[in-house]
């Protein structure tokens, strides 16, 4: 099993993408955390895991949310002791013109996208350098939903997004 003995959180895993991904994970060994801002869907992907035999643990978080972001790291510490590979899948965008935006969306959309992975990393970075020879493992999931006008800010929040991964990732040293 390719991830026996990791420990690997998921944001937005609930459902779509992020329950995939966290299925696959527990598929090879992996103990997943399942965190997702609806806490019934992130439980149910949880027993899902642990039927097939997996070990996982859920927890209801927004991940836009420092205070929620520190919960749910300091739980997975309690539980795990540590963390090799985060996930930032979680993501948003709202299907309308950009010019049509109010500032309460085009700011519910960067906190989604952009200020999570800021929050999930920099509580993450510290736990996971040095964990493993060449530290954690942080990725990033983009989709190709943002590639039409209707979108536009959600193509805008995946630049940001890599130019912020490749910026963070370079200053750990990864």
């Known amino acids: 099993m ?5 420990v690997v959180l998921v944001t937005g895993s609930g459902n779509g993408i992020g329950r995939s991904i966290a299925k696959a994970f527990a598929r090879e060994g992996a103990a997943v955390v399942i965190a997702d801002i609806n806490g019934d869907a992130a439980q149910s ?15 209801a978080a927004d991940v ?11 739980n997975v510490v309690r539980e795990f002791g540590a963390l090799d590979i985060l996930i930032n899948n979680v993501g948003s965008t709202i299907r309308k013109p950009i010019v049509a935006f109010s500032e309460e969306e ?31 493992r942080e990725h990033i999931v983009r989709s190709c939903a943002g590639r039409d006008q209707q979108t536009a800010s959600l193509r805008d929040f995946q630049i940001g997004s890599r130019e912020f991964y490749e910026n963070a990732c370079m200053r750990m040293g990864a």
Do not use: H
């Not at 390719?2 to 990791?6: C, G, I």
């Not at 992907?45 to 997996?54: A, N």
């Not at 949310?65 to 300091?74: C, I, N």
């Open 2 to 6: 390719q991830f026996a003995n990791k």
């Open 45 to 59: 992907v949880s027993e899902e895991i642990i039927r097939s035999g997996g070990r996982a643990v859920s927890y």
């Open 64 to 74: 836009s949310s420092s205070e929620q972001v520190g919960k749910l790291f300091a």
């Open 106 to 136: 085009w700011d519910f959309v960067l906190d989604t996208n952009i200020k999570s992975m800021f929050l999930c990393v920099k509580e993450a970075g510290p736990m996971m350098l040095g964990r493993q020879q060449g530290g954690g």
